[in-house]
């Protein structure tokens, strides 16, 4: 609570205010009674009884006696908050501070204050002050020792979760402050027909447009000006930024779900990521949610790294088309598909920003049905004009429209120069002096990113160094920065200011700018991306270099959670910024120590979060994955590989792996074999089954001795991949042979260990032998192991084997459960499985729901690829299609399964695919299609 | 059809080493160490090493007793000046030390307690030292402690257990009862009292080496404040600064560091391998010249005296003046000269 008189004091109350807020206080003061002056008292001491800092300023006056009282209210104020004993800040002005003479209290009232001035003198370390700077210097000192400096600070800025239908802002904009929404007035009337026209089959409408074009500005002023009556279409309106440090997609789904379900989030946490994502789909198929999504670009394959800010746009379209539309997919196919089924027969409306338009919801025609793309551009000449004005600029509608039209009507630069104009000292605010004194200004070049790179580098150029300084370090962050980092990076011992009032001032010179956005009630900055960009890159190599240090000397003396502790992954973004800083700083190996004890066990093997396991190691290999990551220590380089490769493939791209996995097969030692072993299972999945064969022969030469375990599992698998290839008689002699080289009984640690049960047992189903297929799967299943890869791989097995069977209840059951296992694992086994139910549902005669499942699949069989996989499920497909009588589609489908079950053609040909294939063909009469050779893989 | 399944972790079973004494795995061990025709795993080597100490053979050589000029050296590498306090430092780690090796049930030397500025260069020195006396060094930073944090998450006691250690109690300031923390500070005031009376700690990883702790008792405890105030350390003003006087009257040591002068500041920015060579070398690094003239570190040294700065707050200064030079347009072939001119422009 900030106690004093006012009359005397109206500029230091709001410099006290405006440190109070800058430190992370919320500032009480009476100015919030309003006019209700009868119970000023009581209600002052209400104040005080509710604060939990009291702030005392003593002027030139005594202040108010109320009626009754022998005291002032302030004094009344501050024996209450002496009462209460909390902390207690005093700040009295010296004989000499200069006030007017109005404001100067005579007679009793000057005796009455000059005792109370005595009173706290002696009572307190009282600070004395002769002006309102030095008042302000030693407000905010002060405000800043009470503070905890070692208070352990979040990244994340966490909101409580509302009660639908109160609205819902996870991350509320903190960029808003220097980003003035003004006009845009027909984009807002698109967004208001969209959802009240209850007929438009958009269910998700995309903006998209340029760093700086107000995309976000726009949006949220859209979502958090709603009118009543709109926001009652709709049963919640959620916000959520994907420029936040928790940003992930587990935690969106979590808190989407316990925002939409209404239940504790803590709940909502232990639901799997899938079940979450069906409920949500669930909630909102049924009731009408408002979802609004911002920054999905970050999400995208071009911005899914360790540091998204340093994306150049520029460079991203300059890329083939191809290659442009991997970059705009979603990185986490698991979102793509979210999306996607968000937009089909859904009475909830998705709104998103992006840079880019996620290619998710596009297909080779266009954008898919249900999705709507408004391409933001500039602001219209009377928009500009008004931002203009808005943002203090003076001058007449000629004068503006051609400073507009100078930057090409791009709000974000309008901002950005109007913070330089407005601190212009010979005419502050005045565009057409400004422009006169600074006639090199020439931002009239052609392509809008020139200016806006001209602009940007002027105004870095005019800002003070202490400023620029606080930029750069801001820019060194990926997301917003609580002040509660800031303060102690930049001040104090190895900070870059002595003082606080230094920070302070440069962060309101900043503000001031438009340079940088200030979320108040989380106290935290933030850089708009294109801002972020542009400062990084003026700073040379040495100067980054220093900054990263500053800010790993800072996370390395942060508290971080164990390994152990880790629950969640935005729970380790302290030890990923610390990881990504050393990385910065080119040392690789404490980087990976780090990784190695603190984020490998919690976020690969604990968590499967595979994805951003590999975000983290590909920095690792600056020379590409198929070389060696910078790492000296050879069990290091070889544990880094080795995660790498195993993440790629449990992530479902086994073509990356492919080259990691090679390089790993032909370094000598302990596990060579095992590498091996796994580089020809991703060539197997991928469908080089000639390569394949090839590295599994050399596994079982290497593991020469029958007795031992790898042996039975490399001819297992040799075995299966002769099955596959359709060389029965050589797969029956490998699988047995292996099965009674693996014993009664083996302990199961990893998968492949109960590879010679399951893949005899696979071998079997094929042959149609369903009773001892089913004995092994049931073997498996009773077998003692935490390994859940063993039971979802039994589990599939089994549904297959009662499919197979007849008995589709089980085998649904079966099935399911294995599904539900994939999802938790985020195995890629989950798009394995859903074949096999979409088989089922087929051979149930739910043909629109097995067509809906295989919807689902075909994204990731493409993204792998999973040949042998993409084979079954187009067979799947084909078989459908031939059921619901549309032989085209069932020819078409069956010639894909076809072409892709060739392989590097027989005998090194997908056996059954092709029999399958071939069975609908000729069916429907079709012909056996040409396979072109360079089809093959 | 299946897909066949992979070796997910690093060494499939049939490759797997085992321990000849445990059967452990390689996998599920820290370290596996073969002979010739046997392993032994870490675990077992402990269990080995616990059975040799209660027949009373000698579980480690003694260290190697290091020389208080050596350990004085060390330091003068990190910060100069400081000579008294170096010398004082040295002999509590030696005598520590000496005393812990030549008698395994022996406590440690009474605890030291060190007061100086704000980066004056406290723990860089302790740590050095303490290095170069090769004992075991753990750092804990006391005010983790109100979280209840209390060794658990991030310190490795591991070389404890085979050599005498010290522990530096960092930021020891944090924990002086003032203000409306003053309880917690006492909490955490007494649970160090408890350590440094002696507790059974376990090592790093509890999962794994769950049976194996080490006595603090036989530790030496450093503690470092940052009690600038203070120009004269001992425990009754100590207790004057918040501290249980139960908990600074074990303390057998007290140092207060002095503010560095001119002379010492212009030793930090000049020496070999000191502040302004690593900045010039910093930039060479990327191709850019630049000179750091003597004007321009006589002024650093008059700014870092006006700052207070000490040996952390000096090099801010160096760091502070070099993001400067990153951002200027150095042309090619050229140098660029930082005079005192220049560090006045971009630092004050």
Same mark, same amino acid.
């Given at each position: 609570m900030i106690s004093s008189t006012t009359l005397d004091l109206p500029e230091h109350r709001k410099q006290a205010e405006l440190a109070c807020e800058a430190q992370g206080f919320s500032p009480l003061m009476m100015e919030q009674l309003g006019a209700d002056r009868a119970s000023g008292l009581t209600r002052s001491l209400e104040m005080v009884d509710s604060c939990e800092v009291y702030l005392l300023i003593l002027g030139a006056r005594y202040g108010e006696v109320p009626d009754g009282s022998a005291i002032s209210i302030t004094e009344a104020e501050y024996e209450r908050a002496m009462a209460r004993d909390i902390p207690l800040l005093t700040f009295v002005a010296g004989e000499d501070h200069p006030f007017p003479l109005g404001h100067v209290e005579t007679g009793a009232g000057a005796e009455k204050l000059a005792r109370f001035?005595?009173? %706290?003198?002696? #009572?307190?370390?009282?600070?004395?002050?002769?002006?309102?700077?030095?008042?302000?210097?030693?407000?905010?000192?002060?405000?800043?020792?009470?503070?905890?400096?070692?208070?352990?600070?979040?990244?994340?800025?966490?909101?409580?979760?509302?009660?639908?239908?109160?609205?819902?802002?996870?991350?509320?904009?903190?960029?808003?402050?220097?980003?003035?929404?003004?006009?845009?007035?027909?984009?807002?009337?698109?967004?208001?027909?969209?959802?009240?026209?209850?007929?438009?089959?958009?269910?998700?409408?995309?903006?998209?447009? %340029?760093?700086?074009?107000?995309?976000?500005?726009?949006?949220?002023?859209?979502?958090?000006?709603?009118?009543?009556?709109?926001?009652?279409?709709?049963?919640?309106?959620?916000?959520?930024?994907?420029?936040?440090?928790?940003? #992930?997609?587990?935690?969106? #789904?979590?808190?989407?779900?316990?925002?939409?379900?209404?239940?504790?989030?803590?709940?909502?946490?232990?639901?799997?990521?899938?079940?979450?994502?069906?409920?949500?789909?669930?909630?909102?198929? #049924?009731?009408?949610?408002?979802?609004?999504?911002?920054?999905?670009e970050r999400i995208l394959v071009a911005y899914a790294r360790l540091d998204p800010q340093r994306v150049d746009e520029d460079e991203l379209e300059n890329v083939k088309e191809s290659e442009a539309t991997r970059l705009r997919r979603t990185a986490n196919p698991d979102v793509g598909k979210f999306l996607r089924k968000l937009r089909r027969d859904s009475a909830s409306r998705v709104l998103i920003t992006s840079r880019l338009y996620p290619s998710d919801l596009e297909s080779p025609a266009g954008l898919l049905p249900g999705c709507q793309d408004i391409k933001l551009g500039g602001l219209t000449d009377e928009d500009g004009i008004e931002l203009w004005r808005?943002?203090?600029?003076?001058?007449?509608?000629?004068?503006?429209? $051609?400073?507009?039209?100078?930057?090409?009507? *791009?709000?974000?630069?309008m901002s950005v120069l109007a913070g330089q104009i407005a601190n212009f000292p010979a005419a502050p605010g005045d565009y057409a002096k400004w422009r006169q004194n600074n006639p090199s200004f020439d931002p009239f070049a052609v392509h809008l990113k020139e200016v806006r790179d001209k602009v940007l580098r002027q105004a870095l150029a005019d800002l003070p160094p202490e400023a620029h300084l606080v930029l750069m370090i801001l820019a060194a962050f990926r997301m917003p920065v609580a002040y509660d980092i800031l303060q102690p990076l930049c001040v104090g011992g190895a900070g870059v200011f002595a003082l606080d009032s230094e920070l302070f001032d440069a962060l309101a010179e900043l503000r001031g700018r438009g340079l940088i956005g200030w979320d108040r009630p989380a106290n935290r900055y933030d850089l708009h991306p294109v801002v972020r960009r542009i400062v990084w890159n003026g700073l040379q190599e040495p100067g980054r270099e220093i900054v990263f240090e500053m800010l790993e000397s800072y996370f390395d003396a942060s508290p971080m959670v164990s390994a152990v502790g880790a629950s969640s992954a935005d729970a380790l973004t302290p030890v990923e910024m610390l990881y990504s800083t050393r990385l910065s700083l080119g040392r690789h190996a404490e980087a990976f120590a780090l990784f190695r004890d603190r984020i490998m066990e919690p976020l690969v093997h604990r968590m499967n979060h595979y994805r951003l396991g590999v975000q983290l190691l590909e920095p690792l290999f600056p020379d590409g994955i198929a070389n060696?990551?910078?790492?000296?220590?050879?069990? $290091?380089?070889?544990?880094?590989?080795? %995660?790498?490769? *195993?993440? *790629?493939?449990?992530?479902?791209?086994?073509?990356?792996?492919?080259?990691?996995?090679?390089?790993?097969?032909?370094?000598?030692?302990?596990?060579?074999?095992?590498?091996?072993?796994?580089?020809?299972?991703?060539?197997?999945?991928?469908?080089?089954?000639?390569?394949?064969?090839?590295?599994?022969e050399e596994c079982v030469q290497v593991a020469r001795s029958p007795d031992k375990r790898s042996y039975a599992v490399y001819r297992a698998a040799l075995g299966y991949l002769a099955s596959t290839r359709g060389a029965d008689d050589r797969a029956d002699e490998l699988l047995l042979d292996a099965f009674n080289a693996f014993g009664q009984s083996r302990p199961i640690n990893q998968p492949s260990d109960a590879s010679p049960l399951l893949e005899r047992a696979w071998h079997l189903l094929k042959q149609k032998r369903t009773g001892e297929a089913d004995a092994l799967a049931r073997r498996v299943l009773g077998t003692e192991t935490d390994v859940a890869q063993v039971h979802l791989d039994a589990l599939h097995l089994q549904g297959c084997v009662l499919m197979e069977e007849g008995r589709y209840d089980e085998a649904q059951k079966s099935l399911a459960k294995a599904l539900s296992i994939a999802c938790s694992l985020g195995?890629?086994?989950?798009?394995?499985?859903?074949?096999?139910?979409?088989?089922?549902?087929?051979?149930?005669?739910?043909? $629109?729901?097995?067509?809906?499942?295989?919807?689902?699949?075909?994204?990731?069989?493409?993204?792998?690829?999973?040949?042998?996989?993409?084979?079954?499920a187009r067979n799947t497909l084909a078989e459908i299609e031939l059921a619901a009588g549309r032989k085209t589609e069932a020819v078409e489908a069956a010639r894909e399964a076809y072409r892709l079950a060739w392989c590097d053609a027989p005998p090194y040909a997908y056996a059954k695919g092709l029999e399958c294939a071939w069975a609908v063909l000729a069916a429907c009469n079709a012909p056996k299609p040409l396979v072109i050779v360079e089809d093959s893989p | 059809m299946s897909k066949p399944s992979r070796n997910t972790k690093t060494g499939s079973s049939g490759d797997v080493l085992r321990c000849s004494f445990c059967n452990k795995s390689q996998r599920d061990v820290k370290k596996l160490i073969a002979g010739p025709t046997v392993y032994i795993c870490d675990e077992c080597v402990e269990i080995c090493v616990e059975i040799l100490a209660e027949d009373g053979i000698p579980l480690h050589k003694l260290i190697e007793t290091p020389v208080p000029e050596a350990l004085v050296e060390a330091a003068e590498q990190v910060t100069p000046g400081y000579d008294e306090p170096k010398r004082l430092i040295a002999a509590a780690l030696i005598q520590h030390a000496v005393r812990v090796a030549e008698n395994d049930r022996q406590a440690g030397l009474a605890p030291v307690f060190i007061v100086g500025g704000a980066g004056a260069g406290k723990s860089l020195l302790v740590k050095a030292m303490v290095m170069k006396a090769g004992l075991a060094m753990a750092v804990v930073e006391v005010p983790l402690l109100f979280t209840d944090a209390l060794f658990k998450p991030q310190i490795d006691f591991t070389d404890f257990v085979q050599k005498p250690g010290v522990i530096i109690l960092n930021h020891i300031e944090a924990v002086a009862m003032r203000g409306n923390r003053a309880e917690e500070c006492r909490r955490v005031q007494q649970s160090l009292i408890s350590l440094i009376d002696g507790s059974l700690l376990p090592v790093a990883n509890e999962a794994?080496?769950?049976?194996?702790?080490?006595?603090?008792?036989? &530790?030496?405890?450093?503690?470092?404040?940052?009690?600038?105030?203070?120009?004269?350390?001992?425990?009754?003003?100590?207790?004057?600064?918040?501290?249980?006087?139960?908990?600074?009257?074990?303390?057998? &040591?007290?140092? =207060?560091?002095?503010?560095?002068?001119?002379?010492?500041?212009?030793?930090?920015? &000049?020496?070999?391998?000191?502040?302004? &060579?690593?900045?010039?070398?910093?930039?060479?690094?990327?191709?850019?010249?630049?000179?750091?003239?003597?004007?321009?570190?006589?002024?650093?040294?008059?700014?870092?005296?006006?700052?207070?700065?000490?040996?952390?707050?000096?090099? =801010?200064?160096?760091?502070r003046l070099g993001i400067a030079l990153a951002c200027e347009q150095i042309p090619a072939g050229q140098e660029l000269c930082v005079d005192s001119a220049y560090v006045r422009r971009n630092l004050q």
């Open positions: 001035r005595e009173r %706290v003198r002696k #009572t307190h370390s009282v600070n004395f002050f002769t002006n309102v700077d030095e008042f302000r210097d030693c407000i905010i000192n002060s405000l800043t020792q009470l503070r905890d400096s070692w208070r352990v600070s979040d990244f994340h800025y966490v909101v409580e979760i509302p009660a639908a239908p109160a609205k819902y802002a996870a991350h509320p904009y903190s960029l808003l402050e220097s980003q003035c929404v003004v006009g845009r007035s027909a984009e807002l009337e698109q967004l208001d027909q969209w959802i009240r026209n209850e007929s438009s089959d958009a269910g998700v409408t995309v903006i998209t447009a %340029v760093g700086g074009m107000g995309k976000s500005a726009l949006t949220w002023k859209w979502f958090s000006e709603m009118p009543p009556e709109d926001a009652a279409r709709f049963a919640g309106r959620m916000w959520w930024s994907f420029y936040e440090s928790d940003a #992930t997609y587990e935690n969106f #789904t979590a808190r989407a779900l316990a925002y939409v379900m209404a239940m504790p989030l803590d709940e909502a946490l232990t639901v799997p990521v899938a079940r979450r994502e069906q409920r949500l789909l669930e909630a909102f198929r #049924t009731r009408p949610f408002l979802l609004c999504l911002d920054g999905v808005e943002l203090g600029i003076t001058g007449d509608d000629e004068a503006l429209l $051609d400073a507009v039209r100078a930057v090409q009507s *791009y709000p974000l630069l060696a990551p910078r790492l000296a220590d050879p069990e $290091d380089a070889h544990t880094a590989t080795w %995660v790498l490769a *195993y993440a *790629y493939d449990y992530m479902g791209e086994p073509s990356r792996a492919i080259d990691v996995w090679r390089r790993l097969a032909g370094v000598p030692g302990l596990h060579r074999t095992s590498a091996m072993f796994n580089y020809a299972t991703s060539l197997w999945t991928v469908g080089r089954l000639r390569e394949a064969e090839k590295v599994l195995s890629e086994v989950e798009t394995g499985v859903t074949i096999r139910l979409a088989e089922l549902y087929a051979r149930l005669g739910w043909l $629109d729901e097995a067509r809906e499942l295989l919807e689902d699949v075909w994204e990731p069989l493409e993204r792998g690829p999973l040949r042998i996989w993409h084979a079954d | 794994r080496h769950g049976r194996t702790n080490f006595d603090t008792a036989r &530790t030496l405890f450093i503690a470092l404040a940052a009690l600038p105030e203070l120009q004269h350390a001992d425990a009754e003003s100590l207790a004057m600064q918040g501290y249980l006087p139960e908990l600074v009257s074990r303390f057998g &040591t007290f140092i =207060a560091l002095p503010p560095l002068n001119e002379e010492h500041l212009a030793r930090l920015l &000049t020496r070999e391998g000191g502040l302004v &060579t690593a900045c010039t070398e910093r930039f060479m690094k990327y191709g850019m010249r630049v000179k750091i003239e003597d004007s321009a570190v006589q002024e650093l040294v008059q700014l870092g005296i006006r700052r207070k700065a000490g040996v952390r707050g000096l090099k =801010a200064l160096v760091d």
